[in-house]
């Protein structure tokens, strides 16, 4: 996979080297569990979905619509709160 960029196109990136330092990195446990499942998204690594306790809601939108254009569609159905 790779990152684009403004200047040249595109610039390769080790998500999988990304993955195996995540916990080196000195990210807060929000930070962490966000790019935790990014990753796991990606088919980097696994991660819990009960990671999602610790995202905000910027984060948290940005996940659920990742996974809603996983799923080949551009809107979401969400049920009544019990």
């Given at each position: 996979?790779?990152i684009p960029?403004k200047?040249d196109g595109?610039?390769p990136?080790?998500?999988?080297?990304?993955?195996?330092?995540?916990?080196?990195?000195?990210?807060?446990?929000?930070?962490?569990?966000?790019?935790?499942l990014?990753?796991?998204?990606?088919s980097?690594r696994?991660?819990?979905?009960?990671?999602v306790e610790?995202l905000?809601e910027?984060?948290?939108?940005?996940?659920?619509?990742?996974?809603?254009r996983?799923?080949?569609?551009?809107w979401?159905a969400?049920?009544?709160?019990?």
């Amino acid at each position: 996979m790779t990152i684009p960029t403004k200047r040249d196109g595109a610039i390769p990136c080790r998500w999988g080297a990304l993955a195996k330092r995540l916990h080196t990195l000195g990210f807060d446990d929000s930070e962490c569990a966000f790019l935790g499942l990014v990753l796991s998204i990606m088919s980097v690594r696994q991660s819990s979905l009960a990671a999602v306790e610790y995202l905000g809601e910027h984060r948290l939108k940005i996940v659920l619509q990742a996974m809603i254009r996983l799923a080949n569609t551009d809107w979401i159905a969400i049920g009544m709160r019990l």
